[in-house]
C-alpha cells in the first residue's frame, strides 16, 4: 500500500512539473555591433572588383557565372571589405573571410562559415560566426563561437538582414552581433 501511495505522489509531481513551463532566463548582451559586409561576385568579368569566387560547383556547372535553380552544390568562398555603414566605399574597419555553400535544391539558403577580422581603432581582433542562412527570410539568426583580440572568447548571436543586392553580382549584409559571453 506505501508504494502505491509513495508512486501516485511521484506521478502526481511529475504530472504538476510538466504542466508549468520553466522560464528561461533573459540576459542582456555584454557587447554589441553592427556591421556590413559587401559581397561581390566574380562573374568572369570583374576579376578586378569581384572579393568572392565560385571554387566548386555541381559537374557541368559553370563556376564563373552563377546559375539557375538555386545555386545548389554551389561553394564560394569570399574576403569582403566590412564598414561600419552601408557605403561600400566607406573606410573598412575589417574583412569577412569565409565560404558559404548553398545547400538546398528547392529554395535559396546556404551555409555559412566565416571570420570577421577586425583591424580598426576601435575594434581589433577576429569573430568567429557558422550557421545556416535561410537567404529568403528577413532576418537570420546565426552562431558567434568564439573570437580572439577584442573578442576574445565572446560567444553570441549575429543577426544577418539582407541590405541591398545588385542581381547576381553584389549584395550587402547588415550584421547584428550581440555578444552574451565577454572575458
Known amino acids: 500500500m506505501g508504494a502505491k501511495?509513495?508512486?501516485?505522489?511521484f506521478f502526481t509531481f511529475f504530472a504538476l512539473c510538466s504542466t508549468f513551463p520553466l522560464q528561461r532566463k533573459?540576459?542582456?548582451?555584454?557587447?554589441?555591433l553592427v556591421l556590413f559586409f559587401h559581397d561581390i561576385i566574380y562573374n568572369g568579368r570583374n576579376a578586378l572588383n569581384a572579393t568572392s569566387a565560385i571554387?566548386?560547383?555541381?559537374?557541368?556547372?559553370n563556376l564563373t557565372?552563377?546559375?539557375?535553380?538555386?545555386?545548389?552544390?554551389?561553394?564560394?568562398?569570399f574576403d569582403d571589405p566590412v564598414t561600419l555603414d552601408n557605403n561600400l566605399h566607406s573606410e573598412p574597419v575589417g574583412r569577412a573571410?569565409?565560404?558559404?555553400?548553398?545547400?538546398?535544391?528547392?529554395?535559396?539558403?546556404?551555409?555559412?562559415?566565416?571570420?570577421f577580422a577586425l583591424n580598426?581603432?576601435?575594434?581589433?581582433?577576429?569573430?568567429?560566426?557558422?550557421?545556416?542562412?535561410?537567404?529568403?527570410?528577413?532576418?537570420?539568426?546565426i552562431s558567434v563561437t568564439g573570437g580572439t583580440g577584442d573578442f576574445f572568447m565572446h560567444?553570441?548571436?549575429?543577426?544577418i538582414m539582407t541590405d541591398a543586392f545588385e542581381g547576381d553580382v553584389y549584395f550587402r549584409l547588415r550584421v547584428e552581433i550581440k555578444f552574451y559571453e565577454c572575458w
Do not use: E, W
Not at 134 to 140: A, E, I
Open 65 to 77: 557565372k552563377l546559375t539557375n535553380n538555386f545555386h545548389f552544390g554551389n561553394l564560394v568562398v
Open 26 to 32: 533573459q540576459y542582456a548582451p555584454c557587447k554589441h
Open 120 to 141: 580598426s581603432a576601435n575594434h581589433q581582433g577576429t569573430i568567429t560566426v557558422a550557421g545556416a542562412d535561410p537567404t529568403l527570410k528577413k532576418t537570420r539568426d
Open 55 to 61: 571554387i566548386a560547383a555541381p559537374q557541368g556547372a
Open 97 to 115: 573571410q569565409g565560404f558559404y555553400i548553398y545547400d538546398t535544391k528547392n529554395t535559396y539558403t546556404a551555409y555559412l562559415g566565416f571570420n
Open 5 to 9: 501511495v509513495a508512486l501516485f505522489v
Open 155 to 159: 560567444r553570441g548571436i549575429a543577426t
